[in-house]
């Protein structure tokens, strides 16, 4: 019988096409496995574990994802991105009383007797929540994610808003067209991100996510990093998936709170 396989290690550079410009941030990784990474600023990624039957995506906001054979990535490390023409939103003009109430959306206690962990693997580790809109057409102000306590120092994060697909599961479609990158040295309390300026009008339920591209290891981040959270009835879908392009997976209470669901401590402010 013959052995399986060895893991590939890859090591490259992601940059625009018709210039040798690094694209920052880019996610790298095989769909459906625990094999995936994130370049940092200067386009650099090195990706582990990854099998030499395996397909790699490439993506990265405002480029055109590439899908490369682990072969492919082995002769060729280095990458290029073409960028991709992004369609503008339609601005809604809306009738005068529209966005008048303030309000919050999603979970926003803050303590440290339930928490929730973010496993990671790799960069790219992300864990959010379904958002569910009270009225529609409803504009969001910010974004907000409860720290329970942050025992690994600064962290770089990057905030991601998708579309949810018809079983209720995030989408590969982000809701905004630009990377929201935020470090945080938060210890305890909110992370708040400011949305204003996305002029983020939105008609549909959504999937705030949080995933972890910079600072500290993948053991700190799983041990030293933890959210906010509660046990409850109210629906509120919580996933994680512990490395870039990875699988998202529901987060249960266990079978001894049949019905209830966790519920992580992240929340949006909007008007409606």
């Known amino acids: 019988m013959a052995a399986p396989a060895a893991a590939q290690s890859i090591s490259g550079i992601i940059t625009k096409v018709g210039s040798q410009e690094p694209v920052p941030f880019v996610n790298i990784g095989?769909?459906?496995?625990?094999?995936?990474?994130?370049?940092d600023e200067q386009g650099r990624y090195r990706l582990s574990g990854a099998a030499p039957t395996d397909t790699v995506r490439i993506s990265s906001i405002g480029f055109r994802p590439r899908r490369l054979t682990v072969q492919a990535l082995l002769t060729q490390p280095n990458v290029q991105l073409t960028e991709d023409a992004v369609a503008l939103r339609e601005v809604k003009v809306k009738a005068k009383g529209y966005f008048r109430r303030t309000r919050t959306l999603g979970i926003s206690t803050n303590s440290e007797n339930s928490t929730i962990t973010l496993s990671a693997t790799d960069l790219g580790a992300e864990i959010g929540t379904v958002i569910s809109l009270k009225h529609k057409p409803t504009?969001?102000?910010?974004a907000n994610f409860n720290?329970?306590?942050?025992?690994?120092?600064?962290?770089?994060?990057?905030?991601?808003?998708?579309?949810?697909?018809p079983n209720g599961k995030p989408s590969t479609e982000k809701l905004v067209q630009r990377d929201i990158i935020v470090t945080s040295s938060v210890a305890k309390g909110p992370i708040t991100v400011d949305l204003t300026a996305d002029q983020l009008i939105l008609d549909d339920d959504f999937f705030l996510a949080?995933?972890?591209?910079?600072?500290?290891?993948?053991?700190?981040?799983?041990?030293?990093?933890?959210?906010?959270?509660?046990?409850?009835?109210?629906?509120n879908d919580l996933y994680?998936?512990?490395?870039?392009q990875g699988t998202?997976?529901?987060q249960s209470a266990g079978a001894y709170l049949a019905g209830m669901q966790p519920r992580a401590s992240f929340y949006v402010t909007v008007q409606d």
């Open 210 to 235: 949080l995933e972890w591209i910079g600072g500290a290891d993948a053991a700190k981040v799983t041990n030293a990093l933890a959210f906010s959270a509660s046990i409850g009835y109210t629906n």
């Open 30 to 39: 095989v769909p459906g496995k625990a094999v995936g990474t994130v370049a």
């Open 248 to 250: 998202w997976e529901r």
């Open 147 to 165: 720290v329970a306590y942050n025992r690994a120092g600064a962290l770089k994060f990057r905030v991601n808003l998708y579309r949810l697909l």
């Open 240 to 244: 994680i998936r512990t490395t870039s």
């Open 139 to 142: 504009k969001v102000l910010n």
